[in-house]
Each structure stands twice: as C-alpha cells, then as structure tokens.
C-alpha cells in the first residue's frame, strides 16, 4: 500500500507525492523535477528521475484497475497486473518497471502520481485521446454539478491511459480502442 498526496492551487496539480512505507521508497516531484528514493533519518538520498522512453516490448508490464480485471480481461499480449490500488503501478511508470496503465480513476486515486508522471514525459490521456495535464476541469473529471450522477464524481470521463512511451500509448490505445470502442 501507499499514500498518495497531490497538491492543488487554483485548479492545477502542481507537485505530488507518494510514499510507501513499508520498502520507505519516496517519489516526489518540486518545481517540474520528480525525484525518487528510499528514506532513511536524513532523506539526502533522493535522485533525480530520468524522463521515461521505454519502448514497448512483450516483458513490459501492463496495469489495469480491478474494474477491468473483474468486467473483461484486457487482450494484450503482456504480463498484467491487476491491483487493488493504482499508486504502486504509476509509480513504478515513473521508474518504467510497469510500462502502461489502463483503468478509469477518481482523481484521488492518482493526484499524487499525476505530476510525477508529468515531470518525467510520461503520455497520460483519456482513451478519446484527450491530454490529461495539471489542470482539473470538466473536460478530464466529472466534477460536482456535471452530468453523470454523484456515483461517478471526481472520475476520468472515460478510460485513463498512462504509458512510458508514444508507442506503448499507441499500442494500449489500439487496444482499448478495440475492446471497448466507446470508451
């Protein structure tokens, strides 16, 4: 397990946090850079994270929600990982020991991981093929007072697609695009 903490101001994500107690392992972004470590009392072991390019290969990790697990299962040609929580696996994106993720999510869900992704290049939309930045606004989330009922508030309007590279995005795309062709 882990705990994710994003940052709002007036409506944009704009640092994140996650941390997992148990291995002490801490991704964090300041200002644009995201950084990774393993904690001790001193906290100076915190590096710098490169950007993600990991090219799509048939070892690569992909991460679905238990949604997607439980409804369907998801043709790719990859290991899958299917957990009940989506910190670990954007984090480990950010790392590219997974190298996708496919899942709608609730904006708690990864608010931590959403600028850490971003600091390090990952490609991160909606399956429509919508950017999924910093800012938080209808066009990404059902936010309160939008269509779709309150069982669905602070959701992706649609499935979240996070990769290491343009091409495991296409790929998962293609993919999705194929077995659930309304998103």
């Not at 972004?29 to 994270?49: E, F, I, S």
């Amino acid at each position: 397990w882990g705990i994710s903490i994003g940052r709002m101001e007036r409506g944009l994500l704009t640092e994140g946090a996650i941390y997992f107690p148990l291995s002490g392992e801490l991704y964090i972004t300041d200002r644009g850079t995201a950084y990774y470590g393993v904690l001790d009392r001193t906290a100076k072991n915190l590096k710098p994270l490169e950007r993600v390019s990991r090219r799509y290969s048939l070892g690569g990790i992909v991460a679905i929600t238990q949604e997607i697990a439980r409804s369907a299962a998801m043709p790719v040609r990859n290991p899958v990982l299917a957990g009940g929580s989506a910190v670990m696996p954007l984090a480990e994106i950010a790392r590219e020991h997974v190298v996708g993720y496919v899942g709608a999510l609730r904006l708690w869900d990864f608010a931590g991981a959403l600028p850490l992704l971003l600091a390090v290049g990952a490609r991160v939309t909606l399956q429509d093929g919508t950017e999924v930045g910093s800012r938080v606004d209808e066009r990404i989330y059902r936010l309160p007072g939008s269509t779709g009922g309150d069982d669905h508030l602070w959701q992706t309007r649609g499935l979240l697609l996070v990769a290491t590279s343009e091409e495991v995005h296409r790929y998962l795309k293609e993919t999705a695009d194929a077995h659930w062709p309304n998103g």
